[in-house]
């Protein structure tokens, strides 16, 4: 099953990652930023740590970023689990559907068991089919949901990398003895994550049942 995943199957792109235009994501800049920031008194500090507005700007770009990916990756599989949903209502018919054989030896009695015979191995058949697409359906699931994830960590290493860039600028304009300015990094639950990992999980709960039921009924 042949697939296109879009960009995901891209490398994160920096600008779109940070926010910045390609001139002031270089190393230099961002480093010389970093420098006139501090001068400029802008380096916040809490409890946990410390932070810039450039660096919490940074982040809501990367957030944003996260959030569009989580949506690349239900548009990318959107057709398939339409497509599921529709085969595990249609597998649950046919799992239910019962075929009365009648025990006789009478010419019209014969071709109701023919009858009855056929449409049974027609449904099983048809069920075979349905376990099979399903299990295709859910190893795209997995197949984008690993893209997914790798190209989120390649962004968020992308990022990382653009900010200690920042923050070099940040130490080497620090008063003499002030060497323990660490940034502030935190973990958010972004948007799009919790909504896209519950429709997944609840739709591969779904395939799995399926597929453990449809097996069970054809294979008797």
Known sequence: ???????????????????????????????????KDRKENQLCSSDEGQTTPYVEARRKSFEHYVNNAYLVAEKVKESEVKE?????????????FEVSIIDGNDEEIERAQRFARELVLK??????EIVLRLSE???????????????????????NVHLANYWSGILKASPNGETCLEPIYIT?????????????DELLRKIAAAIEIGGDSYEE
Do not use: W
């Open 137 to 159: 359906i859910k190893a795209l699931v997995e197949a984008v949901d690993d893209k997914l994830i790798h190209h989120i960590e390649s962004a968020e290493d992308l990022l």
């Open 1 to 35: 099953m042949k697939k296109h995943f879009g960009v995901l199957n891209r490398r994160p792109n920096a600008s779109k990652v940070t926010g910045l235009p390609i001139i002031r994501s270089l190393s230099y800049v961002e480093k010389y930023t970093g420098y």
């Open 123 to 128: 449904n099983n058949k048809r069920k075979e």
């Open 188 to 200: 958010r639950a972004y948007n799009g994550r919790q909504h896209y990992c519950d429709d997944r």
């Open 84 to 96: 599921a949903e529709r085969l595990i209502s249609e597998l649950d018919i046919l799992t239910k």
